[in-house]
Structure formats: C-alpha cells, structure tokens
C-alpha cells in the first residue's frame, strides 16, 4: 500500500503544470550544458572586427581604382593619387565613348567566347575527369599520365600556332579565341578527384542495375552532385576567357573579332606611343596634355573587370559541399 500511495503522489506532481510546481515550493534544476562550439563575445567581436579589416583590404583597391578614373589628368599630375581628388573628372570615360562601337563589340565578342568557351570546356574537361575517375575504365592510368604529361611539358608556342592556323585553319575565327583554351590539365586532375571523392560507386551501381545508360547517369546523378567541383571549374574557365588576350594577338587581325582585353590593350599601347613621341611637335605636345592618361588606364581597368566582379557572387551559393549526404540510404 505505501508504495501504491508514492507512485499515485508521483503521478500527481508530473500531472501538475510547470507554474504550480514552482508555486507550491517544488524546484527544478536545470544543468547547464557548455557549448563548445559558442564563442566569447570578447572573442567573435575580435574575430568579426578583424574579417571586416580583411574585406576593406581586398574591397579598397578596386574603389581606389574607380576615383583614379574619374580623377581629372591635372590633379593626378599635380597632386598625384588621392583618395579624396581635389577635382572629379568623367574625362577618361568620355575618352573611351569615342570608341564606343568597337568597345561594345569587343565587349560582344568577349561575351560570346566566354559563354561558349565556358560551356565546352566545363562538359569536357568532367567527361575526361569522369572517365578516369572510374575504377572500371580499362585505360584510366594512361589517360591520367597523359593529362598529368601535358602540366609539364608541351609542344611550345610555334607549334601550337602553326597547328592552330595551317591545320586546323582557325586564323581570324571565333573559334581561335575558344579552342586553345578548352582542355586544362591542371582542372582535369582537379574534377578527378573530386569525382573520386565525392561520388559514391554504390550510387552509380544502383542506377546500372535499374538499366540507367551511362549518359544518363552522368547528366541526371553525376552532374548534380559534384556542382561545387564544376561550379569552381567554370569560374575558373569564365576568368580564363574573359581575362585572355594573347591569343587574339596570335590568331586574330580582323577588327570585328578582337576581344575586350586586346582591345584594352591596343588603346594603352597608343596611349604610350603618344607618350614616348610626344616630343615631335607643338600640335603634338598639346593634343597629348588633353589626353586622360592615366585615369584612361584605371577606366579600362574598371570596364574590364566590372562585370565579371558583378557576376562573381552568383557563383557563391555552389561553393558548398556535402551534397552527397543522404544520396546513400542506410
């Protein structure tokens, strides 16, 4: 019976609400659980206060850069460069206007290749990286080793032009500009490992024993799962293309075709043929004090790298792993 009574009072207090509890004098303790993973406030105000000195560090060149092209040529040859100029100018911009159809050609031609460029060059290099990540593939290790070749040696600049215009015949094509570019050894090894490392075989293995053909297993399983690794791929591909301009200075004369950074290129190169024979004669030394000199260089930089600075944070959201998890039910 008394044991019957303690168990009915037990029951009784557990029935009652938390408030009456604590009315009637019954106290809770509660134990408190340290969080290992909780910084000190002293502590994460250091660390934000030492992120956000990082971030002006890498962010304040490219501003300094935007008040130096639209500082006026005579405050930056009078005072230098300033922070705060001592007069605002749009000069080095209206200095560009002036070539604005072929700028906004150039700009045309450098978006095409680098969309195209980006595309081919992603679907190959994973299909190459794929295969040799593949455990089944009879010829993996020599197609490694020949990938794994090319990082240290290559055929050299001549052969590879005379290759690029005499047989394949790409001098003065868009395909000059996207070809070269495609296939990087280095982006290869990149992509097999990470196939290797983040693409279960018993994914795949199901997928084959549900009759899914490779193809199909690449594009609706692969490619989904391994977007971090191709995301940082096509970044990488989007900044190749978009920064090159060697190779429109071997293989392109057409003006319709010459990109943004060869044309950025030309215009500095005039600038400083100006600048070296300004001495010629009087009209000559005039012409050449009205030019925006050096705030023209900073507003080529800022057109050239603008864009790609604009689209870079949509690339962000991919750079995140664990996408595998739950792909493989226990």
Not at 98 to 111: A, C, E, F, M
Not at 258 to 286: C, H, T, Y
Request: proline residues 5%; aromatic residues 14%.
């Amino acid at each position: 019976m008394p044991n019957d009574l303690n168990q009915t009072q037990v029951s009784v207090v557990a029935s009652q609400p938390l408030d009456q509890l604590k009315r009637g004098g019954a106290k809770i303790k509660r134990k408190k659980t340290r969080d290992y993973h909780e910084l000190h406030p002293v502590v994460n105000t250091i660390f934000s206060v030492l992120l956000g000195i990082f971030t002006i560090m890498c962010v304040f060149p490219f501003i300094y850069v935007i008040i130096i092209s639209l500082t006026s040529e005579e405050s930056i040859v009078r005072n230098g460069f300033q922070i705060i100029p001592a007069e605002w100018s749009t000069d080095a911009y209206r200095y560009l206007w002036n070539v604005k159809d072929q700028l906004l050609g150039s700009y045309g031609v450098t978006i095409l290749i680098t969309v195209v460029g980006t595309v081919i060059s992603v679907l190959m290099i994973s299909f190459y990286a794929y295969a040799i990540s593949r455990p089944q593939f009879k010829y993996r290790r020599f197609f490694t080793f020949l990938a794994f070749f090319t990082m240290l040696f290559s055929g050299g600049l001549v052969p590879t032009y005379i290759v690029v215009t005499q047989f394949l015949g790409l001098k003065n094509t868009i395909w000059a500009l996207i070809l070269p570019l495609v296939m990087n050894a280095f982006y290869i090894i990149i992509m097999r490992t990470f196939f290797m490392k983040s693409v279960s075989e018993s994914i795949l293995e199901s997928a084959r024993i549900d009759g899914a053909s490779e193809w199909r297993i690449f594009f609706q399983i692969v490619f989904p799962l391994s977007l971090p690794g191709i995301a940082t791929i096509a970044l990488f591909s989007t900044l190749g293309y978009w920064n090159d301009w060697f190779t429109a200075l071997l293989y392109i004369d057409d003006p319709k075709l010459v990109p943004l950074q060869a044309l950025l290129m030309k215009i500095e190169a005039n600038l400083e043929f100006m600048k070296q024979n300004v001495d010629v004669g009087l009209m000559q030394q005039s012409l050449f004090d009205t030019l925006p000199q050096d705030s023209a260089k900073m507003a080529m930089v800022v057109i050239a790298t603008l864009p790609i600075a604009v689209s870079y944070p949509f690339f962000q959201k991919y750079f995140i792993s664990g996408l595998t998890i739950g792909g493989v039910k226990e």
